[in-house]
């Protein structure tokens, strides 16, 4: 069974399979739970090797606090030489990026 972990209203599902680790997040990424998450996303950072992908489907709501989780995420990725990327991003999510101006520096798969 998959870890799954709850941070105030989030909830994160980490699977792993082979070389990829999957953060599946649902509810909200904000001020309340960007800090726990961090530390969700160093556990999976530990074990990833080629492609970390987070799995924004299920998220209802996302600040610039996400934003900037999700932009740590991707600098480490870069320093650490493998992949993040974000899948099934919600139009909110997606705006958000978009007014940081940071969407294009992500893969985006659905």
Do not use: W
Not at 19 to 48: N, P
């Amino acid at each position: 069974m998959s870890p799954e972990s709850r941070i105030g209203r989030l909830i994160v599902q980490r699977t792993q399979a082979a070389d990829t680790v999957t953060l599946e997040l649902r509810g909200e990424l904000d001020l309340a739970s960007t800090k726990a998450l961090q530390r969700e996303m160093e556990r999976a950072q530990d074990c990833v090797s080629h492609k970390l992908i987070v799995d924004l489907g299920e998220v209802t709501f996302m600040d610039s606090t996400g934003v900037s989780a999700l932009v740590r995420a991707l600098q480490h990725a870069e320093r650490n030489e493998y992949r993040l990327c974000l899948r099934r991003l919600p139009a909110q999510a997606r705006r958000v990026l978009e007014m940081a101006g940071v969407l294009p520096r992500f893969e985006l798969i659905d």
